[in-house]
């Protein structure tokens, strides 16, 4: 069977083009080998489910242990309707698991189940399970956020813990390692059962020890993988270059460094070549950027779903404000548990540049439906003749806009939106030809940079809001320096100028910056 790069589910290593993750695997080991228990939160599609099932085939392979890997997936609401259900569905889930493997205690757990009425009946029947196996019985419960917004589930995570504490004591016996997988820690999952304040930190997981695995790829990680890739199909590629890019656009999110890689592979890749150029990598960028699925629809409904979580993402993306990070602000470590932040040196950070890029995309898009930009922005006015973009023209005509469409509540909204109606203006414009990504500077300058490639040339353009010509004279320099770690000798300013002096408003001019002995021509626009 043909490898592939996977996105969906578990990864096997004989199916799937895979990273190197022996040494997260070994640090997981160490806890279950101190009788630990945790539970894996992690965002959607980060590797959670392929982790246990690694770990589950490492502790087969161990006579010391007996494994137990099930899954809350799919398991419904009625079995929650009382601890009866619960616990009898429960201990058929495991009888299941165990038949293949050890036929007497699935046969054992089967006739149990009848007896079993409630929770207390269930901590009976793991102590005599624990005592007849004479292993170490590590039992992983994968997507225990799936069907855990009841109460109950909370009781039955009050059993268990009550079991360890009473083990730990040499007053019972239970499992030796309990694994939880899921979005949600227990805190969080606590909070969409009983949202009040008085029970916030009351968790029946208190038990659980501190899971500081990090599941993102390094650099070298995704070098591992894409090591899997040349061996098992003799592609031609820069290891070292497409790690690194890899890693710059995702952070090392799992889906996105794998999705990335697939589209390489399957869409962009020359099969009788076999040969993965470096410009591949913006094309796949490009391409994932376009596409609907289902990792992005839940960053975006988690932004939508969170007024409070909506205003941080967009002070942070769009204004460049530098948030503390703090795990007692619930927004913050809501939106980090869900993968959209990331605690960046002490800083809250949009995970990684493809969710940014997204976030931008999808915020200047309602821009866009919700003005006239339609009139103004026809691409075909700014393509010269030889194809390139005319970035003068494209600044002149966004000037008019703004002068026609913004004039009386110019300061009040562009404070907040103008470096979005900029992102629609120009995004029809360069969409299926060129790609646009843009990086945020804090600090009192609150530069935007758009960086757009567009027919193999690149532009640079600095967005700011006018703040004094002490910062102009400053921002002059540092786009300069910018045109000059990309060799460019053109770069342009878009300036929101909030004075009320009419001939300042509405001015374009070039102006000539001189950097290591280079000269680089500016053109400025004020809006």
């Not at 969906?8 to 228990?37: A, E, F, R």
């Not at 504490?165 to 820690?185: C, K």
Request: aromatic share 12%; proline share 1%; hydrophobic share 35%.
């Amino acid at each position: 069977m043909e490898k592939e790069f996977n996105i969906t589910g578990t990864c096997i290593p004989n199916m799937h083009y895979m990273v190197d993750i022996t040494s997260k695997l070994s640090d997981t080991i160490n806890l279950i080998n101190k009788g630990k228990y945790f539970i894996i939160n992690r965002p959607r599609q980060y590797g959670k489910t392929t982790t246990l099932y690694l770990l589950n085939k490492q502790l087969k392979n161990n006579e010391e242990y007996l494994p137990i890997k099930i899954s809350f997936e799919g398991i419904g609401d009625v079995v929650f309707e009382d601890e009866e259900s619960f616990s009898k569905t429960f201990l058929k889930i495991i009888s299941k698991n165990l038949s293949l493997k050890d036929e007497k205690l699935s046969l054992f757990l089967d006739e149990e189940r009848d007896t079993v009425k409630d929770l207390s009946d269930l901590s009976s029947v793991i102590t005599k399970l624990i005592t007849k196996a004479d292993k170490k019985v590590v039992i992983m419960i994968d997507e225990v956020d799936k069907s855990s917004n009841n109460q109950l589930f909370l009781s039955f995570l009050g059993m268990l813990r009550n079991k360890y504490l009473l083990r730990n004591e040499g007053e019972d016996i239970t499992f030796h390692s309990v694994i939880l997988a899921g979005v949600h820690d227990i805190k969080s999952l606590k909070l969409r059962i009983r949202p009040d304040d008085d029970h916030k930190y009351n968790s029946p997981w208190n038990i659980a020890s501190d899971f500081d695995v990090d599941m993102s790829f390094s650099v070298d990680e995704i070098g591992t993988m894409l090591d899997d890739y040349v061996q098992n199909k003799g592609v031609n590629l820069d290891k070292s270059y497409f790690s690194e890019k890899l890693y710059f656009y995702t952070s090392g999110y799992p889906f996105l460094v794998s999705k990335l890689c697939k589209i390489i592979d399957e869409k962009i890749m020359i099969e009788t070549k076999l040969k993965w150029e470096e410009a591949y990598m913006d094309m796949a960028v490009k391409l994932l950027l376009t596409e609907s699925n289902t990792n992005f629809d839940s960053l975006i409904k988690n932004i939508e779903n969170n007024k409070e979580l909506k205003e941080l993402v967009k002070k942070i993306i769009l204004d460049g404000y530098e948030i503390t990070y703090n795990q007692d602000n619930f927004i913050i470590t809501i939106a980090i548990m869900y993968g959209i932040f990331k605690n960046n040196a002490g800083k809250v950070k949009i995970h990684n540049r493809i969710y940014e890029q997204r976030i931008y995309n999808y915020m200047s898009s309602l821009i866009e439906t919700a003005s006239n930009l339609g009139f103004y922005n026809e691409r075909a006015k700014f393509i010269n003749a030889n194809g390139d973009l005319n970035i003068k023209k494209i600044l002149i005509k966004f000037k008019e806009f703004m002068k026609h469409e913004y004039s009386e509540r110019r300061e009040a909204f562009l404070e907040d939106d103008g470096r979005l109606v900029f992102l629609a203006f120009i995004s029809p414009i360069i969409n299926g030809t060129g790609f646009a990504f843009k990086e945020v500077k804090g600090g009192d300058e609150k530069r935007f940079d758009i960086v757009i490639t567009y027919n193999k040339n690149m532009y640079i353009i600095e967005l700011k809001i006018w703040r004094g010509e002490e910062y102009h004279k400053k921002g002059l320099i540092q786009l300069g320096e910018y045109l000059e770690q990309y060799s460019l000798s053109e770069g342009y300013l878009l300036i929101f100028d909030f004075r009320k002096t009419e001939n300042v408003s509405g001015e374009m001019s070039v102006i000539d910056v001189e950097v290591s002995g280079n000269s680089k021509e500016i053109t400025e626009v004020y809006c």
